[in-house]
Nanobody, 115 residues
């Protein structure tokens, strides 16, 4: 059974940083793409960043220059380094893996940016 487990969320002040982790229960190379999404209260879930099997990376416009997605291959983990955080980054952050026409989601981790 495929499992994705997020961690690393918390409360941070504006301008601060957090690093999120998504631990995957099998080799990350079995997935076509692994992504971070987020959902703020009252809003639709939106893409934050993706990393493809071949290493290509895609960022949402709001992430460019502030967020960095990467792979920790020996640990089968996807990381999201978030810098220069803003109040509007407050959301539940989810990890998503896609393979074989199926999508697998983690349970989410809360990120709150507030002074």
């Amino acid at each position: 059974q495929v499992q994705l487990v997020e961690s690393g969320g918390g409360l941070v002040q504006p301008g601060g940083s957090l690093r999120l982790s998504c631990a995957v229960s099998e080799s990350i190379f079995t997935f076509y793409v692994l992504s971070w999404y987020r959902q703020a209260p009252g809003k639709q879930r939106e893409l934050v960043a993706s990393v493809y099997q071949g290493g290509n990376i895609n960022y949402a416009d709001s992430s460019i220059g502030r967020f960095t997605i990467s792979r920790d291959i020996p640990r089968d983990t996807i990381l999201l380094q978030m810098d220069s955080l803003k109040d509007e980054d407050t959301a539940v952050y989810y990890c998503k893996g896609e393979k074989g026409g199926n999508a697998y989601w983690g349970q989410g981790t809360q990120v709150t940016v507030s002074s």
